[in-house]
Nanobody, 116 residues
Framework: QVQLVESGGGLVQPGGSLRLSCAAS????????MGWYRQAPGKQRELVAT???????NYADSAKGRFTISRDNAKNTVYLQMNSLKPEDTAVYYC??????????WGQGTLVTVSS
């Protein structure tokens, strides 16, 4: 059974940092492109960052320079380090696993709230 379990969300003040983790099971983690997406209240889900099986990364403009995606294939885990957080970063953050062979998987999401 495929599971993507996010953790690390919470309440943080503007300018603060959080590190999200997504632990995967039931998939051949190393072959997947892993990603983080987010959905703010009343808005569509949007891409934050992706990392391919070879470690190539891609970021939304809103994340560039502040967020860093990384992966540890030995731990079947992908991370999102978020620095200099802004109120507009408030959203539910979802982990995504994408493979041409096996399709797309989603986690349940973790809530990030940036507020003073």
């Amino acid at each position: 059974q495929v599971q993507l379990v996010e953790s690390g969300g919470g309440l943080v003040q503007p300018g603060g940092s959080l590190r999200l983790s997504c632990a995967a099971s039931g998939i051949i983690f190393s072959i997947y492109t892993m990603g983080w997406y987010r959905q703010a209240p009343g808005k569509q889900r949007e891409l934050v960052a992706t990392i391919t099986s070879r470690g190539s990364t891609n970021y939304a403009d809103s994340a560039k320079g502040r967020f860093t995606i990384s992966r540890d294939n030995a731990k079947n885990t992908v991370y999102l380090q978020m620095n200099s957080l802004k109120p507009e970063d408030t959203a539910v953050y979802y982990c995504n696993a994408d493979s041409n062979l096996y399709g797309i998987k989603w986690g349940q999401g973790t809530l990030v709230t940036v507020s003073s």
